[in-house]
């Protein structure tokens, strides 16, 4: 019992900091745009007003080496501009856009409804590496967490989006 009680308090800080950045601040200034409001949860899973989304079609990448390692956000917006927030752990922030080709395809993986199916809630997912890569991404199906784990299994719609943004944009992939 001690030791899970520690694994959750070891990701308390992250999720803490994930929910302190994402309410702090709307990627690229347009605050017009509102969020996707809760819509009817996937079958087995519950819903409720307090799960972290954002807005459809948008997508952010929050990652960290660890407990003490930066943060990096990558937001990307359904046009395909993305925005990269201490990417290469050194402060500065870079700005892109994804292809045309490459924007389809992120907009198609986004919509898929299996990304319901996996998310941490609907998962039940617990993080079980310390130190290591954690890759958490905030879509408008919710929160999706991955670690660079050895044997951790990485839910597939999810993996694609992952292995997407961080072919095109400074993300990283592993740690």
Known sequence: MM?????????????ALLAIVLSGCAPFGD??????EASAPAAGQPGGA???????GRVSLLQNHGPDGPLRTLNVEP???WECIDCAGDGVTSTGALSEEQRERLQQLLAEPDLARE??????YRVSCVGALTSSLLTAAGLITSQDCPGEER??????I??????NTPAEMVG
């Open 3 to 15: 030791a899970l009680s520690r694994s959750r308090l070891a990701f308390l800080p992250g999720v």
């Open 31 to 36: 605050r017009s745009d509102p969020s996707v």
């Open 50 to 56: 307090g799960a972290a989304t954002t807005g459809k």
């Open 79 to 81: 046009d395909g501009r």
């Open 119 to 124: 998310t941490d809630e609907a998962r039940g």
């Open 155 to 160: 839910p597939p719609v999810a993996e694609e």
């Open 162 to 167: 992952l292995l997407l943004l961080t072919q």
